[in-house]
């Protein structure tokens, strides 16, 4: 049966004999009874082992060096294990001293006899580590990785796959139930000669034994507690990642990752192992775990080089088949860039120089190479997600003139800058792209027909809205006149009513707004679409508590000036917002064209036109031929009207709608400073809603007498808001005008509003907006436009 675990432990892991203990607690706790074990060189010992070579060779004393790496590892063993054990490593290295010894003091060293003496720290980690698991009394062997792992020479060792596997295989069988510590970072030629399997040598050794042995998860046990979004040294904010795929992970390692090595990786391909990057200094912490099967992305990573090579050319031949040939080479670049004028730009690490100059020197011709530069003050900084394309938009806004353009593949994004940037655009990129989302939560107060037209409406554009900011917006609340519910988990949207009905709860403002501030959102935006002037009243309270607002209702924009002012002025002393586009043609743009006209200059001399779709309904189907009572009947019966006609019929609503727009082009005008012409005399104003309906029939008269004599001059009837503060002189009423049949007040389609604005720019041919201005679809969506709005100002830096 495959054995299901190898753990792997680099020379920080084993430094001590603390380190030791730490380690064997962690193989007798998180490990099985036939686990596989590689170890590195505990601490420094093959660095001191490259410090004999080379005082060797420069013809300094070297002995009294030995002896401070063999007192070393004296000590460890005195401090691990008991007497029997002890005896016996001791002989071992007693034994290996003396060979040591005749090594160094050969005339003349082969290149076999200099890696057999690097590999002492390895062997000697990997018997005292067996022998401190047989003295806790578990079954435990050392193996050498000569005998199990054979190469082909070259630069860096090329395993022989299948040799290599029936080895490892009978190893296994050989030894079952038995914990085996491997030697890491060799393996042998076909003679048996050691090998050096280079840098990070040891890592390599554990993943590709566990391909060999089919081994289900490799955990590499190290002194981080596993891969992070950003390097914690340099970013304070850096969070663990819980998991990765492979692919992602390979190409964070070949763009500088600390913690992960592209060769290391390399033997999980087209194998179903997993593997596993934590702190042997701290097991019990969550850690990395890399899945070679995953296509799941997972958050993205921010790294960085602060030091690249960028090698520029002119080349007459395509970058594919050069490509090709670094690759074949184990030289794929960081990143490449096919400029203009047959100009090509490739990145690679400072390590790498030496090698790419004599690739490029020896395929000069081939390729047509000429002008060939090469920059050596640049950094790279890079992100790499799985979902990179999502993150292009705001990597790029980063950039400054001096950086390269993003070079992109299917994982990652990259760019090169002065080396004097790196720090700070990583820190940017972490903060804009990896950094932690924003989270927007949304109250939805007034849970009616347009509540419910935006919930489907939102619904709808969350997801894309979500990916365009970057950012996490959420309903957290649903507020009626009677009931809230407030859930920091978020409402479900596919079953909000049901969930409204059962865990809605009465409430009261201090209630709600407590309840408020314990969500766990970076901001909140207050959508009020009510028409309740009680909620209007708690605006203040809402600025000063930090929550933004959309207002579909008329209340707060049109209530009393120094009301008005007051918030205004709270928005102006913190870093809020609120819109209120919906309270004023629904969908329309209407402010949204007036405050365009004020930033380009323009000054706007004249607002007017007709606010209420329900007034538009009435005049556009007046002709006269049957009594304008019957119209708002009818029309109260379709659901035109407010469930009280005199609502609409006052003109009060459009009054309100005028000063909104009044004070949106700056003037400082109550409410009593527009004229008001009711359609409602002052002695049906008063009368209970049955008592009116009865006596509707007193309107016909006069507005039979109006329609009559405007006809008689060719003109129609239309209720109508107008401003004009031309000369200086300010005009604003609401009432009833003839105008022209011909004029954009004529003819529209029933329930529509129009606006026309007249201008310094607009003088004869004013500019006129059209189209529904009532209607739960479009409020619900002029609405969503200004949230939509908030949420993109709040992200902007």
């Known amino acids: 049966m495959a054995r299901g675990h190898l753990h792997k432990f680099g020379g920080s892991s084993l430094a001590d004999a603390d380190c030791y203990r730490r380690v064997a607690h962690i193989l007798l706790t998180h490990g099985n009874s036939d686990d596989l074990i590689v170890v ?59 060979q040591l010894i005749s090594l160094l003091s050969l005339e003349q060293r082969n290149e076999y006899q200099l890696n057999q003496v690097v590999s002492f720290g390895e062997r000697w980690s990997a018997r005292l580590m067996a022998a401190l698991l047989r003295e806790s009394g578990v079954a435990s062997s050392h193996v050498d990785a000569c005998s199990i792992l054979v190469a082909d020479e070259g630069s860096v060792p090329n395993i022989r796959v299948d040799e290599s596997r029936a080895k490892v295989q009978a190893l296994l069988a050989a030894h079952p139930n038995e914990r085996l510590v491997i030697t890491g970072f060799i393996c042998a030629n076909g003679q048996g000669d050691t090998l050096l399997l280079g840098r990070n040598g040891s890592d390599f050794s554990a993943t590709l034994i566990a391909s060999l042995a089919d081994i289900g998860r490799v955990t590499i046990w190290t002194d981080v507690e596993g891969v992070f979004n950003a390097d914690p040294n340099k970013i304070n904010d850096a969070k663990l990642l819980k998991s990765m795929s492979l692919a992602e992970a390979d190409r964070l390692a070949r763009l500088g990752s600390p913690v ?12 179903s192992v997993s593997l596993a990057v934590r702190s042997s200094y701290a097991s019990h912490t969550d850690f990395t775990l890399i899945a070679p099967q995953s296509s799941s992305a997972s958050a993205p990573v921010v790294t960085n080089l602060n030091e690249v ?49 004599s690739l490029l020197a020896s395929f000069a011709a081939e390729f047509v190479i000429e002008d060939l530069q090469i920059h050596s003050d640049l950094g790279l900084v890079a992100l790499v997600s799985a979902d990179a394309e999502l993150y292009r938009r705001s990597f790029a806004r980063l950039l400054s003139r001096d950086a390269k353009p993003i070079y992109q593949d299917g994982l990652s994004l990259v760019t090169l800058v002065p080396q004097a940037q790196v720090n700070l655009l ?54 009626s006149s009677q009931k809230a519910l407030i859930d920091n988990a978020g409402v479900d949207l596919d079953n909000w009513q049901q969930q409204y009905e059962q865990q809605a709860q009465p409430w009261n403002y201090d209630g709600l707004f407590e309840q408020i501030e314990q969500l766990s959102c970076d901001e909140v935006v207050a959508l009020d679409i009510s028409a309740s002037a009680s909620l209007t009243l708690q605006y203040p309270e809402l600025f000063a508590r930090g929550i933004h ?8 924009g049109s209530g009393p000036l120094p009301f008005y002012r007051e918030l205004k002025l709270q928005l102006g002393n913190r870093r809020l917002f609120w819109r209120y586009n919906a309270s004023c043609g629904a969908g329309l743009p209407i402010q949204h064209a007036l405050n365009d006209l004020r930033n380009s200059g323009d000054t706007i001399e004249a607002v007017g036109g007709i606010f209420s779709g329900t007034l538009c309904w009435l005049f556009e189907n007046y002709d006269g031929s049957k009594p304008f009572s019957e119209l708002v009947t009818q029309a109260k019966s379709l659901g035109i009207t407010e469930p009280d006609p005199r609502d609409d019929l006052s003109g009060r609503d459009m009054q309100r709608k005028l000063l909104i727009l009044a004070r949106e082009i700056g003037l400082a005008i109550e409410l009593e400073d527009i004229t008001l012409n009711s359609l409602v005399p002052a002695h049906l104003a008063e009368l209970t809603l049955n008592e009116f309906m009865a006596r509707i029939t007193e309107l016909d008269d006069d507005l039979l007498q109006q329609f009559s004599a405007a006809a008689e001059q060719d003109k129609v009837l239309r209720y109508v808001a107008s401003l004009d503060k031309a000369e200086g002189k300010l005009k604003a009423e609401v009432g009833i005008q003839w105008v022209d049949r011909n004029h954009p007040y004529a ?46 100002d709040l992200l902007q830096e």
């Open 426 to 479: 990583t820190q940017k990129v972490h903060r804009r792209c990896a950094g932690p989302r924003m989270r927007i939560g949304v109250l939805l107060l007034g849970v009616g027909n347009i509540g419910e037209a935006w919930i489907d409406l939102f619904k709808r554009a969350r997801f894309g809205l979500n990916k365009e900011l970057e950012a996490t917006v959420e309903l957290v609340g649903l507020v």
């Open 309 to 357: 090579v960028l090698f520029s050319f002119k080349s007459s031949a395509s970058i594919e088949p050069l490509l090709a040939i670094f690759a074949q080479a184990g030289l794929t670049p960081l990143a490449h860039w096919v400029l203009a004028q047959q100009k090509l730009e490739l990145a690679f690490t400072l390590e790498s120089q030496k090698q790419v100059q």
């Open 549 to 556: 607002v959309v207002s579909a209702n008329k209340l707060a």
């Open 40 to 98: 590195s060189a505990a601490g420094k010992s093959t660095n001191f082992l490259y410090k004999l070579l080379n005082l060797r060779e420069s013809g300094q004393l070297w002995q009294e060096e030995l002896q401070v790496l063999i007192s070393y590892q004296q000590t460890l063993i005195e401090q691990l294990l008991s007497n029997e054990q002890a005896r016996d490593l001791r002989e071992r290295l007693s034994t290996d001293k003396s």
């Open 747 to 792: 003819n529209l389609t029933p329930g529509d509003n129009v606006f026309v604005i007249r201008s310094a720019f607009y003088q004869g041919n004013p500019l006129i907006i059209r189209g529904p201005g009532a209607g739960r679809e479009v409020t619900a969506a002029a609405v969503q436009s200004d949230l939509v709005q908030i949420c993109r």
């Open 260 to 271: 992960l090595h592209s060769r290391t990786l390399q033997p999980l391909f087209d194998t």
